[in-house]
């Protein structure tokens, strides 16, 4: 089985999706977006990719590279304990230059600005490449935030680890077969109302979902660039559900009522409750 997840090597995510997939034939892609495409290409078996951080919210080229796809869909949600550590040379002398990954500098950044506040932070690909970019160049004044496992793969000095203490991601399995309900499940939603100006329609969508007792666990907003928005919602319960299925009929005969817009409300996955949180 080939699974295709987001690179490079020594990330958390290789390290979620080798739990995830312990036997699969793994396979690192960069960005987010390549990865979401070769499962739907087919070029894979499967994908991980992270969905959301704790103390970032929704990881956003996920959501907007599923959004675009046909096939590729949400089937699994797994939670991984985030451990950031801060790595530099041997030798290394004042550390002016803090590299890592966007997402890791935001998580990180109560320790940095109490620790480094006059430091340069500086984004790579990965939280692994930041490890190797400091090694290779052999940058005295840098660091980076990584794993330890990273780290020590590059050859660096772990020197202060836990800087953003209880961090958790949430990473997505990603493939084209629906899944079957369990009885406790979640479902991902983009819903992008065609009428860009009518007002209180997220009022509606919420309504909608609350006379049908439906439990809304997030929604999140996004600029479509055409001055509309998609609206992301996940939901307890799944697309397979009846009071889901009834809920989603009526909001979209309400939305699109003469059935012209295929995107109004595109399922990204239904998939079994982790309780993650």
Request: charged residues 25%; proline residues 5%; contains cysteine.
């Amino acid at each position: 089985m080939k699974i295709a997840y987001l690179g490079p090597e020594n990330t958390f995510t290789e390290k979620a999706t080798r739990e995830l997939f312990p036997e699969g034939e793994l396979v690192p892609m960069q960005p987010i977006r390549n990865v979401v495409m070769a499962v739907e290409n087919e070029k894979v078996d499967c994908g991980v990719v992270p969905l959301e951080n704790f103390y970032n919210g929704y990881v956003i080229t996920t959501l907007d590279s599923l959004t675009r796809c046909g096939r590729a869909k949400v089937t699994q949600e797994k939670a991984l304990k985030v451990v950031h550590c801060l790595g530099a040379l041997p030798n290394h002398g004042k550390i002016s230059k803090l590299y890592s990954k966007d997402q890791a500098l935001e998580q990180c950044d109560e320790y940095i600005y109490t620790n480094f506040p006059e430091a340069e932070t500086i984004a790579t690909a990965s939280t692994a490449e930041a490890a190797d970019y400091i090694a290779k160049n052999k940058h005295l004044d840098a660091a980076a935030i990584a794993s330890q496992a990273a780290l020590v793969k590059s050859g660096l000095e772990v020197i202060a680890t836990d800087l953003c203490p209880n961090n958790s991601t949430r990473f997505i399995v990603l493939g084209r077969n629906s899944t079957t309900p369990t009885g406790d499940d979640k479902t991902i939603l983009a819903i992008h109302p065609p009428i860009r100006d009518r007002p209180g329609v997220l009022a509606y969508c919420l309504q909608v979902f609350d006379a049908r007792h439906i439990n809304l666990e997030c929604i999140y907003s996004r600029p479509d660039g055409r001055k509309g928005y998609f609206f992301y919602v996940e939901l307890d319960g799944h697309r397979e559900d009846s009071h889901v299925k009834i809920a989603l009929q009526s909001l979209k005969s309400s939305l699109d009522r003469e059935n012209k817009y295929p995107d109004t409300i595109k399922i990204l996955g239904s998939f079994k409750n982790s309780h993650w949180k």
